[in-house]
């Protein structure tokens, strides 16, 4: 047994959290607060809530909202020029998973040269090292999915040629989370299911991945059984405050989960749908995908340990074999109304499958190579065909 642990991130959680951010030491004297193009940060009051919180501490501001749903490389470039201009010294991410990826990248651009995609390992990325590290990162949670509140981990997409790839350092962990479940009461049923489903996910390709270790291991089977059990609560009552912080904690399990373990390629498999179609949401991909993809690794009995005790943490006490996690899978996306998602309905085709397979290995090809098995492209296009509707 041998493993490196390290999770730099401090993190305020529960109900009420974010108000602590008014009299909680910050990491500079002026920040560049990264949120989405959209109305919610608004409309709901947090961002205002946030620079009222900053102008307390005497700490300045500038405002970048230009971030789409599936972030994309120019934004990246735009933030940081912006922060570069304002001479903000750190940079906040205040919303989903969107926003504070975003803000990860923008603040390794805003200290180091070139192209973004200089830094990028996979695809046509160069794979050079970090020069000058990145600016300290603040990440506040508005939704509960991601767990990028606990790893160092961001998914950006180069438009131009279809990459939608991860990157992620040491110095692009938060070194302040907040997650404060009373800013998610607002979130629709169905964005509700589909983080869910994209923290469930983080755990049980974790817990399954090559790469596993004996504390990722604990953080992936508490957030299953925590998701199995009040997801469901939570997307039938968006209301539900004890729901909703049961879900966020999961969620941060999961990103812990990430920090110590690594995805599998399931989400290296998404990532080349949304790359194509960025108006599907990233966890409903993973969704459409996600029963014929873990079916491949029970048909090959690989991991039957791993399932067998995952089915239990989703509340089949007497699971005894693989398949059982197939089963609670499936009972999970039906209590959560989310097992008739089809790929046809954001246009994508079934004769796709071989590209989309070949993208998923060219730009996220490491992710392969933490499943439990081979998977061939072969197999990969199977995958994509068998779960298409």
């Known amino acids: 047994m ?3 642990y390290s999770i730099p991130t401090k993190i305020l959680f529960g109900p009420g959290s974010f108000n602590d951010l008014a009299t909680t030491p910050l990491p500079g004297k002026k920040a560049l607060v990264v ?5 919610s940060m608004r409309a709901n009051g947090y961002l205002d ?5 900053l102008d307390k501490q005497g700490i300045g501001h500038a405002l970048f909202d230009k971030i789409l749903p599936n972030p994309v490389l120019r934004h990246v470039h735009e933030g940081a020029a912006l922060a570069r201009e304002q001479g903000c010294d750190f940079v ?49 949670a508005t939704t509960a999915g991601t767990g990028t509140e606990a790893d160092p981990w961001t998914v950006i997409t180069k438009e131009d040629t279809n990459e939608k790839i991860g990157f992620g350092c040491a110095e692009t962990f938060p070194v302040l989370s907040v997650v404060d479940p009373e800013m998610m009461l607002t979130i629709p049923a169905h964005l509700t299911a589909y983080q869910g489903f994209d923290a469930l996910f983080h755990a049980t390709e974790g817990y ?29 009552d968006g209301s539900d405050l004890e729901a909703r912080t049961q879900v966020a904690l999961a969620s941060t399990l999961s990103g812990m989960v990430e920090s110590t373990s690594c995805c599998t390629s399931e989400h290296g498999m998404e990532h080349a749908l949304s790359a194509f179609y960025p108006k599907l949401p990233h966890g409903a991909g993973l969704i459409m995908i996600s029963n014929e993809f873990y ?37 999970l996306q039906k209590a959560c109304g ?19 397979a070949r993208n998923a290995r060219e730009t996220m ?5 933490a499943n439990p098995c081979e998977m061939t492209h072969e197999d990969c296009a199977d995958i994509f065909e068998k779960s298409y509707r």
């Open 295 to 331: 079916r491949f690794f029970v048909e090959r009995h690989v991991c039957d340990g791993q399932f067998v005790k995952m089915a239990r943490a989703m509340g089949m006490k007497d699971a005894n074999k693989p398949e059982d996690f197939l089963t609670a899978l499936a009972e």
């Open 365 to 369: 090809g490491g992710l392969f190579a």
């Open 92 to 140: 906040i991410g205040l919303g989903g998973g969107s926003s504070i990826d975003s803000a990860k990248s923008i603040a390794v651009m805003a200290k180091n040269p070139g192209d973004y995609w200089d830094y990028i390992s996979g695809g046509s990325g160069k794979g050079q090292p970090l020069v000058n590290g990145a600016l300290p990162i603040v990440a506040i």
């Open 49 to 53: 809530r946030l620079i009222a919180m």
């Open 338 to 356: 989310v097992d008739n998602l089809r790929m046809s309905d954001y246009g994508i085709t079934k004769e796709e499958c071989d590209t989309l």
């Open 35 to 39: 949120i989405t193009a959209g109305k």
């Open 2 to 4: 041998k493993f490196t």
């Open 208 to 236: 399954i991945a090559n790469v596993a270790t004996p504390l990722s291991d604990a953080y992936a089977l508490k957030s299953i059984e925590l998701l199995a059990k009040y997801l469901p609560a939570a997307v039938k």
